[in-house]
T-cell receptor
């Protein structure tokens, strides 16, 4: 049972335009959502998060929107830059416990063309 | 530089051999984790440890074992490697009790032939 779905394996956008990456989840108990970014041959790095009590969180060029009723998140990057080219993972922590056991989606490969 | 160090960076291993992937962190994080990343499957949790002396099973624990003798080290052992264990393995650590978010190592690329 895949609890976190990123249905677009890849996305290509032009530099300066908006990138929108989507994530759907099935577990209504998730109360916190993380986005990680991964470059080739490197480990994932934390990008931005959102709590389930909010519907938007913004950090510079990155904004994450949460629609709890639809169990849907989207990550907006604007303006997109070539350095944003990477794989983006939606990764909510498993509910309960004192640590962050993450449930990763399959990821979306973003390519930003100059 | 504070962070997580994994060793080796890559390894080719004959099926049936024993292998230990090493992971060391210097951030004094309580919790540590091992994930594997396979093409088209994202990252899946293998084992985790909430604190030194304790371990737990993740989503795909079969064929793997871990130990947590101290805060800094969290080795992952494949007792008898099989080709389906060919993957990229990532170690991560985080503060417990809602502290700092998971920080990942650079990964170990393991090929079992």
């Amino acid at each position: 049972d895949q609890q976190v779905k990123q249905n677009s394996p890849s996305l290509s956008v032009q530099e300066g335009r908006i990138s929108i990456l989507n994530c759907d989840y099935t577990n209504s108990m998730f109360d916190y959502f993380l986005w990680y970014k991964k470059y080739p041959a490197e480990g994932p790095t934390f990008l931005i998060s959102i709590s389930s009590i909010k519907d938007k969180n913004e950090d510079g060029r990155f904004t994450v929107f949460l629609n709890k009723s639809a169990k849907h998140l989207s990550l907006h990057i604007v303006p997109s830059q070539p350095g944003d080219s990477a794989v983006y993972f939606c990764a909510p922590p498993k509910v309960g416990g004192s640590n962050y056991k993450l449930t990763f989606g399959k990821g979306t490969l973003l390519t930003v063309n100059p | 530089i504070a962070g997580i160090t994994q060793a080796p960076t890559s390894q080719i291993l004959a099926a049936g051999r024993r292998m230990t992937l090493r992971c060391t962190q210097d951030m004094r994080h309580n919790a540590m984790y091992w994930y594997r990343q396979d093409l088209g499957l994202g990252l899946r949790l293998i084992h985790y440890s909430n604190t030194a002396g304790t371990t737990g099973k993740g989503e795909v624990p079969d064929g793997y074992s871990v130990s947590r003798a101290n805060t800094d080290d969290f080795p992952l052992t494949l007792a008898s490697a099989v080709p389906s264990q060919t993957s990229v393995y990532f170690c991560a650590s985080s503060d417990g009790n809602g502290g700092r978010l998971p920080v990942f190592g650079q990964g170990t690329r393991l090929t079992v032939v």
